[in-house]
DNA sequence: GTAATACCCCATTAAGTCGATAGGGTTTAT
DNA sequence: ATAAACCCTATCGACTTAATGGGGTATTAC
């Protein structure tokens, strides 16, 4: 299941897209516009920010900013970052590979071969998905 | 995360489908082979049971046994029963729908979307591998 | 420079889930 | 009848999640 925190996180970046143009988004703006608890979200960029995916600016008129091209942010990276492994078993993770304390051989073992499948398969969607591609279908809904 | 429920659950199916000749196998086999709380794989078997994937036998000699020929139990179907739905999020799952309470429209929601094409890549996974299969991956083994 | 704005950090809490344990009850084959 | 095996309910500690609260620190506009 996709915690609140990363749907909180999608919405967010989506929202930060969709308004590139005004400059750096405060926290306020986003919250009121997303319904989500503005000290909740607060921790949430930070995580996006620490993660490269986001920047931010102080002071009056500061707020927070995409750091690389909308078309380059995947969403495998996104819900990477705020909901850790993709993958069902940490056995065929990626980025977060921890051996199966039970489990004596991954070769043979029917549940991680298949959960290798499931990850691939899923990582490919993910991939092939980024963060601008998301928030046009999002605002598809202003235009009409 | 697969939760150890359904881990132990799929194993218990194999060591079943594995050891199918030798009539009803008891909780006590399972547990000892495969390290598992005897109470815990009692409720987790439960469950199984009322998911119609095994039957039991009572009395001396008793035991669990599938109900189904086990190239017709489909690994999506015992996730299912063990961990609920196979979808990231409720507006999307095919058993277990329920509606966003944040989400004005399914439609335009780009969460929505993505979650859709992940369930369907991860089902399309589940959907095609049986226990059956999955029981000759983790036995060949004992065949070298 | 100073006040307003906005980011940053830490600690706590209520609720919920997970894995496991305990104890007792019922059914059935021998 | 008795032992083996299934069935049911309740509870527990540990952990995670979603959210709050309070108090900073940095920076911009004026």
Do not use: W
Not at 1 to 7: A, C, D, I, N, P
Not at 83 to 99: D, Q, R
């Amino acid at each position: 299941m996709l915690s609140k925190k990363t749907k909180y996180g999608i919405k967010a970046l989506t929202y930060i897209c969709g308004h590139e143009s005004d400059g750096p988004i405060p926290i306020s703006k986003i919250s009121e516009a997303e319904n989500i608890s503005h000290k909740f979200l607060e921790t949430i960029l930070l995580t996006l920010k620490k993660g490269g995916i986001v920047s931010s600016k102080k002071g009056k008129g500061g707020g927070y900013y995409l750091l690389k091209d909308p078309y380059e942010i995947l969403m495998s990276d996104i819900i990477r970052l705020l909901s850790g492994p993709i993958a069902m078993v940490p056995c065929v993770s990626l980025n977060f590979y921890e051996k199966c304390d039970d489990c004596p051989d991954e070769e043979t073992c029917g549940i991680n071969r298949l959960m290798l499948e499931v990850r691939d398969s899923t990582l490919k969607v993910l991939r092939e998905k980024s963060l601008a591609q998301l928030t046009k279908q999002s605002s598809r809904q202003n235009i009409t």
